[in-house]
């Protein structure tokens, strides 16, 4: 099947990347394009999944939290000298 484009912006862009790419045609050229960018898409990790991992570090290295901290305490403490 033939790859027809009605665009001439689309078309440009095509036969850009067909060169750079040093695809054969513009339909390969498309084709690789687009299987990149669904690879990408499939590959990508979700926001939540990231901040999770982010957090779990963090909480790894800071130990665990301590409840009974006074800061009031602690500030004051600060000043004295």
Known sequence: M?????DDTV????SELQK???A???T???RRALQHELDRIRQEVPLRERVAKIQDKFRARM???KPNFDMKRFTD???EL
């Open 2 to 6: 033939a790859l027809y484009i009605r």
């Open 11 to 14: 078309d440009d862009l095509a």
């Open 20 to 22: 750079l790419s040093k």
């Open 24 to 26: 054969p045609n513009k």
């Open 28 to 30: 390969e050229a498309v």
């Open 63 to 65: 130990g665990s939290n």
């Open 77 to 79: 403490e600060m000043w």
